[in-house]
């Protein structure tokens, strides 16, 4: 069983920036991967940028540029940075811990860019 737990949402203004924490906890396995999803009103959930347990990254290219993901095995923790944020990157962030056939996410994260 792994637990996945998400933090640093929020409101902020466009242009600026936030930083997203995604810690897991529990049975971690060697090799794994960890995603950022997204989820806007009325929209299907995306995903946004991913990092394998050999720090291999890729990202949508709705944030390519903006966004960047990176991690920290010993605290397995993973970081989504997010600069330039534009009001259409408003939504609900999710992260996915999945390894081994299993996949586990978290509870999500609002995070609101408006002026």
């Known amino acids: 069983q792994v637990q996945v737990v998400e933090s640093g949402g929020g409101l902020v203004q466009p242009g600026g920036s936030l930083r997203l924490s995604c810690a897991a906890s529990g049975s971690i396995a060697s090799i794994y991967s960890m995603g950022w999803f997204r989820q806007a009103p009325g929209k299907q959930r995306e995903l946004i940028a991913i990092?394998?347990?050999?720090?291999?990254?890729n990202y949508d290219d709705s944030v390519k540029g903006r966004f960047t993901i990176s991690g920290d095995n010993a605290k397995n923790t993973v970081y989504l940075q997010m600069n330039s944020l534009k009001p259409e990157d408003t939504a609900v962030y999710y992260c996915?811990?999945?390894?081994?056939?299993?996949?586990?996410w978290g509870l999500g994260i609002q995070v609101t860019v408006s002026s």
């Open positions: 990092i394998t347990s050999d720090s291999t990254t």
């Open positions: 996915r811990y999945r390894a081994g056939g299993y996949t586990y």
